[in-house]
């Protein structure tokens, strides 16, 4: 009998994925974590109902989050990553031949362990000896930093109300970030979902939020199919007078000359496809005026997971 993972997406719209194998679970202290195949998606790592990256696609994301804000730094050695437990993010900083330090930190060393041992495609960043792994509280361990970084990237979970991450997209958490980069320092972070419907609720808040604080912020979006959304991100640089747009041949030479192996998503040309936002997105952005703090905050709509088998007769049908 077949198994349908069902995912509720927002208020009155739900997506189904068929289920060909869950290959193994666990429950740590803050979350239930599974590894499955999904039909149309290929491997997938779910955490607490709501799927966190899928093989088909999973570069699209990872990509995206690292390096425009790798590649808008002039010489990136030090960086330090917010969450990023299954690897994939260290995977993509790694990958560049300047970096001599990466410190990623997660709180759930469960979750970490758990992906070492079923996303293989993550075992080289995991091995690395650049980088530095520890299980505490991103802020926390941000907060006590000696040492100013070069790139700061937050791959956290999306700001839900009740969840554990919120206050790392609040205006206190960017000032402090802001002060532990180095001059010329930049910040990325991940903001929800940024599709046409949905992209007023964080990634429009997000964006407002980190304009109180940095000079110059560049909002970019793109399509993620596992995600059934636009997904956002938004690159905050501490220097107003860096340059803010890269030409396509720009990219592609930095590209070249910075980063080992060649990318499945990113390059020149995607690049100006990420940043370039649609009129209806642009108009959002301007009028948006919440700036998110440790008592003002927005909230994503917290999906739900339900794993069900598909009725005899209709299999029979």
Same mark, same amino acid.
């Given at each position: 009998?077949?198994?349908?993972?069902?995912?509720?997406?927002?208020? =009155?719209?739900?997506?189904m994925?068929? $289920?060909?194998?869950?290959?193994?679970?666990?429950?740590?202290?803050?979350? *239930?974590?599974?590894?499955?195949?999904?039909?149309p998606?290929?491997?997938?790592? !779910?955490?607490? =109902?709501?799927?966190?990256?899928?093989q088909?696609?999973?570069? !699209?994301?990872?990509?995206?989050?690292?390096?425009p804000?790798?590649?808008? *730094?002039?010489?990136?050695?030090? !960086?330090?990553?917010?969450?990023?437990?299954?690897?994939?993010?260290?995977?993509?900083?790694?990958?560049?031949?300047?970096?001599?330090?990466? !410190?990623?930190?997660? $709180?759930?060393g469960?979750?970490?362990?758990?992906?070492?041992? /079923?996303?293989?495609?993550?075992?080289?960043?995991?091995?690395?000896?650049?980088?530095?792994?520890?299980?505490?509280?991103?802020? &926390? &361990?941000?907060?006590?930093?000696?040492?100013?970084f070069?790139?700061?990237?937050?791959?956290?979970?999306?700001?839900?109300? =009740?969840?554990?991450?919120?206050?790392?997209?609040?205006?206190?958490?960017?000032?402090?970030? +802001?002060?532990?980069?180095?001059?010329?320092?930049?910040?990325?972070?991940?903001?929800?979902?940024?599709?046409?419907?949905?992209? *007023?609720?964080? %990634?429009?808040?997000? *964006?407002?939020?980190?304009?109180?604080?940095?000079?110059?912020?560049?909002?970019?979006?793109?399509?993620?199919?596992?995600?059934?959304?636009? %997904?956002g991100?938004?690159?905050?640089?501490?220097?107003?007078a860096?340059?803010?747009?890269?030409?396509?041949?720009?990219?592609?030479?930095?590209?070249?000359?910075r $980063?080992?192996?060649?990318?499945?998503?990113?390059?020149?040309?995607?690049?100006?496809?990420?940043?370039?936002?649609?009129?209806?997105?642009?108009?959002?952005?301007?009028a948006?005026?919440? &700036?998110?703090? +440790?008592?003002?905050?927005?909230?994503? /709509?917290?999906?739900?997971?339900? &794993?069900?088998?598909?009725?005899?007769? @209709?299999?029979? @049908?």
């Amino acid at each position: 009998m077949a198994k349908w993972m069902e995912e509720e997406l927002e208020d =009155g719209l739900r997506g189904m994925y068929k $289920i060909k194998e869950i290959l193994a679970s666990t429950r740590s202290e803050f979350q *239930h974590v599974d590894v499955m195949d999904l039909e149309p998606f290929g491997r997938c790592l !779910v955490i607490d =109902g709501l799927l966190q990256s899928c093989q088909v696609d999973e570069f !699209v994301y990872h990509e995206s989050l690292v390096h425009p804000a790798m590649l808008m *730094h002039p010489n990136p050695k030090r !960086v330090y990553i917010g969450g990023g437990g299954e690897g994939s993010t260290a995977r993509e900083v790694l990958r560049h031949k300047s970096v001599e330090k990466c !410190v990623m930190v997660d $709180i759930d060393g469960d979750v970490v362990r758990f992906c070492k041992e /079923h996303l293989p495609e993550n075992t080289e960043a995991f091995a690395d000896p650049r980088l530095e792994l520890v299980i505490e509280d991103a802020k &926390v &361990v941000l907060e006590q930093a000696t040492e100013p970084f070069d790139v700061i990237i937050m791959d956290l979970d999306d700001p839900l109300e =009740g969840g554990p991450c919120y206050q790392l997209y609040t205006k206190e958490f960017y000032e402090m970030c +802001k002060t532990k980069l180095g001059p010329g320092g930049v910040l990325v972070t991940q903001a929800g979902q940024a599709g046409i419907k949905r992209h *007023h609720i964080v %990634w429009s808040a997000i *964006h407002s939020t980190l304009r109180a604080v940095f000079p110059t912020v560049l909002p970019y979006n793109q399509a993620v199919y596992s995600f059934m959304d636009e %997904w956002g991100w938004h690159l905050a640089l501490t220097d107003g007078a860096m340059p803010s747009k890269l030409s396509e041949e720009e990219v592609d030479k930095r590209i070249a000359a910075r $980063i080992q192996g060649e990318l499945k998503f990113l390059d020149g040309c995607s690049w100006q496809g990420l940043f370039a936002l649609s009129k209806v997105h642009r108009k959002t952005l301007a009028a948006e005026t919440i &700036v998110m703090t +440790k008592g003002t905050h927005r909230f994503m /709509h917290a999906t739900g997971l339900t &794993v069900a088998e598909e009725p005899a007769a @209709k299999k029979n @049908k």
